[in-house]
């Protein structure tokens, strides 16, 4: 593509090699003042007409824009590949069936958030009130960011922002439980404001940067909707420690003004604020609560075996076509297809009469036969019915598919990786080991989840697995981080009453995140149909698994390694600057 330069519009300019210029001078020379139609795979791309004879070079115009002028450049140079090009991969949503998706997406989204503002509400006061306001400033920067990069709502979008709430949320249920902590004990408002939220920022830093690590993941080996669910979560990180910043502390110093000195109040649930004070003995049942994960494990793996996991095409290959026929019946579709050698169909019913779901296999080792596929059972399907439409179509060959299974494992073992790095680098090994055999029990379960629920997986499927690694260590994080804030306080207590405590005080905010996360996935797991229950109801049971697992398996697996660590004579945590100064200040 080039500009004119008399008359600077888009032009696209080609070259010819000796033979080619002798041809087409012969033929253009000829047909002065005709059009001249450019055709690729059958379809008409311009009929431009010949003004004169063109020799090794010419040029072709007529009032193109730029990206007119940039497409026609691509599509003669796609022509001009010595090999023919297949579709491997297609899919098609219809306008009504992407209109309704998304209404419903938009609806189920729009209860969860203000399920969880109802919450906030009711819980904190005036306080969660002033966390719904930074909430509903992250949510217009995400819409704000995402309008800026052009991209195209979809339902895992819609997804992704609900999980952006949730984790807004988490920061300022954290912000909030760090100041009620301050505050219990005799702290003026200022000080329990600015210790609050010194010592919740570390904690949320943490979180966010494992969920960055699994986010990262989704993006780099994710394709289509799945990067946008990446990227939203991932502008959604970014936004909600802005708005922590700039939003709720601003609002929660300007409401303090005047009363600095003052106690500050923050309510809460009663029940909850006395076990934390008082403290469990969570750990008493630490060798059951081991006992009974390891049992839900295998059975598990048992279920991944057998009956096994309902794949859907995008591991599978093959084509899942959405037919609506009205007034034809499953059997005279079966007939057509047969009679058009289409006898390895799969045809089901999908609720409303006339709409079915038909699954074709992938062709091995034919290039677009998939495609070739989907263009006979098409005809086949309006033979019987003209007026028949096809709202969706889901098309993945062969080659691609298995491509979709290696990035899902790698993606999930890095993952892993990542994680384990990162919480070695900020915490010590032990604690590493301990939240990621953790999560490792965790995705056991929820993989026994999609074997024993017949839920499909898929790439949204994988996306929700990620999505719950990310949730997981951010819940053991937070516990993590309690414990290493108490080890550094009382290095010589029992390791097993530090546990109970640091558990303990941090009980509100684990109960408190995980009913406001569940509260907002809950109307799209129930109404968001199908195109998001691989997503939704993982996620609602990876939220139990989660949040139960944080205070029955990850704290003792810790204690155990903990144990092993002394009896080699190391330290449960490295010493930081101020302790190594000390020391040195010490040696005479």
Not at 330 to 340: I, N, P, S
Request: charged share 15%; with cysteine; aromatic share 8%.
């Amino acid at each position: 593509m080039a500009f004119n330069p008399d008359t600077n519009e888009p032009v696209v300019n080609f070259k010819l090699d000796d033979k080619g210029a002798r041809l087409f001078g012969d033929m253009t020379r000829n047909n002065i003042g005709r059009p001249l139609a450019i055709v690729l795979d059958g379809e008409v791309i311009t009929a431009p007409v010949i003004r004169s004879a063109i020799g090794a070079s010419g040029e072709i115009s007529g009032g193109f824009t730029t990206t007119e002028a940039s497409n026609l450049a691509l599509l003669l140079r796609a022509g001009a590949l010595p090999v023919p090009l297949y579709v491997v991969e297609e899919r098609t949503v219809g306008p009504d069936l992407g209109s309704d998706a998304i209404a419903m997406g938009l609806t189920t989204g729009l209860l969860g958030a203000a399920m969880v503002i109802v919450f906030m509400i009711g819980l904190y006061g005036r306080w969660g009130l002033i966390a719904c306001v930074g909430l509903t400033v992250n949510i217009g920067l995400v819409f704000g960011i995402l309008s800026l990069l052009g991209a195209t709502l979809t339902l895992p979008g819609i997804a992704g922002i609900i999980l952006t709430i949730v984790m807004a949320v988490d920061a300022n249920i954290l912000i909030n439980e760090r100041i009620r902590e301050e505050s219990r004990q005799g702290k003026p408002a200022w000080m329990a404001l600015r210790e609050g939220f010194g010592k919740a920022y570390r904690t949320i830093l943490d979180s966010n940067f494992t969920t960055l690590i699994a986010v990262s993941l989704l993006f780099l080996f994710g394709s289509g909707p799945v990067r946008g669910f990446a990227v939203t979560i991932g502008i959604g990180l970014v936004t909600s420690l802005f708005t922590a910043i700039a939003v709720t502390r601003l609002i929660m110093e300007w409401r303090i003004r005047g009363r600095a000195r003052e106690p500050l109040v923050i309510s809460g649930i009663a029940l909850l604020d006395r076990l934390s004070e008082r403290g469990v003995n969570f750990m008493r049942g630490r060798v059951i609560g081991l006992m009974v994960s390891a049992v839900f494990s295998i059975a598990a793996i048992a279920l991944f075996v057998q009956p096994g996991l309902k794949y859907g095409v995008d591991f599978t290959g093959g084509t899942v076509v959405e037919v609506q026929a009205q007034g034809v019946t499953v059997d005279k579709l079966r007939t057509t297809l047969q009679a058009k050698d289409l006898e390895d169909a799969a045809i089901q019913e999908a609720g409303a009469d006339g709409r079915f779901l038909i699954r074709l296999p992938a062709e091995q080792g034919v290039p677009g036969a998939t495609a070739e596929q989907v263009a006979l059972l098409k005809t086949a399907v309006t033979s019987v019915e003209p007026t028949a439409e096809f709202p969706k179509v889901d098309m993945v060959g062969p080659k691609v598919s298995g491509g979709f299974s290696d990035a899902t494992i790698l993606a999930i073992l890095l993952a892993g990786v990542g994680m384990l790095a990162y919480l070695w680098f900020r915490f010590e090994s032990h604690f590493a080991w301990a939240a990621t055999l953790t999560i490792a029990l965790d995705l056991t379960k929820t993989i026994g989840f999609f074997a024993l629920a017949g839920v499909e997986f898929n790439l949204t499927a994988v996306a929700a697995l990620l999505a719950l690694m990310g949730y997981s260590v951010n819940d053991k994080v937070v516990v993590f981080d309690r414990i290493r804030e108490n080890i550094r306080k009382t290095p010589d207590r029992p390791m097993l009453e530090l546990l109970n405590d640091s558990i303990s005080s941090t009980l509100t905010r684990t109960v408190f995140t995980s009913v406001t996360t569940f509260l907002a996935l809950l109307p799209m797991g129930i109404a968001g149909g199908a195109a998001v229950a691989s997503f939704a109801l993982p996620m609602l049971f990876g939220i139990v698994i989660g949040t139960s697992s944080s205070v029955f398996i990850a704290s003792p697996i810790l204690y155990y390694l903990g144990q092993r660590r002394s009896r080699k004579g190391l330290a449960q945590l490295r010493p930081t600057a101020e302790e190594i100064r000390k020391e040195l200040e010490l040696i005479p």
